[in-house]
């Protein structure tokens, strides 16, 4: 099974419309990161969150991580264009070793 | 500017033959990575370097292998590919201690 489980898998809004993307891990978690995708591309980083109940904000995107350390979201306000790709929750176990969600294929129509 | 760089972007190889996929960074970074990424699906870490320490993950396949000669570069080799081997591998880095990781453009492989 799925260390980590991201939902949903694909989501199409209309432009200007909030969205929510949630990553929810099998065990406690040392370090919770999302990521974005463009299709065919690496891997670009968005946010970090370490401690249980933390917030953090970019531009329009903000991720949360559970005080149990064991769930994420991560929040667009105002959608557009632009925020169109494939967000990828990671997270961290042990020292150095990360593991990946499936990913959440985000499309903003005009 | 300071990045990650993967070369081939696409590279595509014969059933069986051997195949070297590389990366290289400006940002020395002591850790390394390399993931594999079939098509929606999650990256897999395949293996990581911590300086030249090589961390091989239980379940990667002995067909494939790796090297990092200096802190700069890290090398992919896959001995023999299969069909099932087709897919995106990612390197990427991180600063031990830091675990923001910094990915590579990914190489596209494709197994005929």
């Known amino acids: 099974s799925q260390e980590l489980e991201q939902s949903p898998q694909s989501l199409i809004v209309q432009e200007g419309k909030n969205l929510t993307i949630n990553c929810t891990s099998s065990k406690t978690l040392y370090g919770l990161y999302w990521y974005k995708q463009k299709y065919g591309e690496g891997l670009i980083f968005l946010m970090m969150l370490q401690k249980g109940g933390e917030e953090k904000s970019h531009e329009k995107i903000t991720a949360k991580l559970d005080e149990k350390k064991q769930q994420s979201s991560l929040h667009i306000t105002a959608s557009q264009p632009s925020h169109a790709g494939i967000y990828l929750c990671?997270?961290?176990?042990?020292?150095?070793?990360?593991?990946f969600g499936a990913g959440t294929r985000l499309t903003v129509k005009p | 500017d300071a990045m990650v760089i993967q070369n081939p972007r696409y590279q595509v190889t014969q059933f069986g033959k051997p195949v070297t996929l590389s990366c290289s960074q400006t940002l020395n970074h002591n850790v390394m990575y390399w993931y594999q990424q079939k098509s929606s699906q999650a990256p897999k870490l395949l293996f990581h370097?911590?300086?030249?320490?090589?961390?091989n993950e239980a379940d990667t396949p002995d067909n494939f292998q790796s090297r990092r000669p200096n802190t700069s570069f890290c090398f992919l080799d896959i001995r023999s590919p299969g069909l099932g081997d087709a897919a995106m591998y990612l390197c990427?880095?991180?600063?031990?201690?830091?675990?923001?990781?910094?990915f590579g453009p990914g190489t596209r492989l494709t197994v005929t």
């Open positions: 990671g997270a961290r176990y042990n020292n150095n070793d990360m593991r």
């Open positions: 990427a880095t991180a600063r031990w201690g830091f675990y923001e990781q910094y």
């Open positions: 370097y911590y300086d030249k320490d090589f961390n």
